[in-house]
């Protein structure tokens, strides 16, 4: 859970940034830019960081720590993504 949150959570943020500037003649990129911006998706982004809040209130001190090394290392990856996508 923590590393979706992360992916899509990130992918919300880079999907809205874009969504104004978005080429509609490439089907690829729209749809993808559409799939992940709107209120819909913004209401699953949400639910799923809703979600991941309530499991850490129930996990105890071990888990919490395993779940913040799962989200900081999925938050580099995706830095690292992003970075990668940019620079070709």
């Known amino acids: 859970l923590s590393v979706l949150v992360v992916a ?4 919300q943020s880079w999907g809205e940034k874009v969504l ?19 209120d819909y998706f913004r209401d ?15 996990i105890d001190d071990e888990g919490k720590e395993k779940c913040k090394a799962a989200f900081l290392r999925a938050i580099q ?8 996508a940019y620079a070709a």
């Open 8 to 11: 899509e959570w990130s992918y």
């Open 20 to 38: 104004p500037i978005t080429n509609r003649d490439d089907f690829l990129t729209y749809e993808w830019v559409d799939l992940h911006s709107g």
């Open 44 to 58: 699953v982004v949400s639910y799923l960081r809703g979600l991941l809040d309530k499991e850490g209130t129930l």
């Open 77 to 84: 990856l995706e830095e690292d993504f992003f970075e990668m």
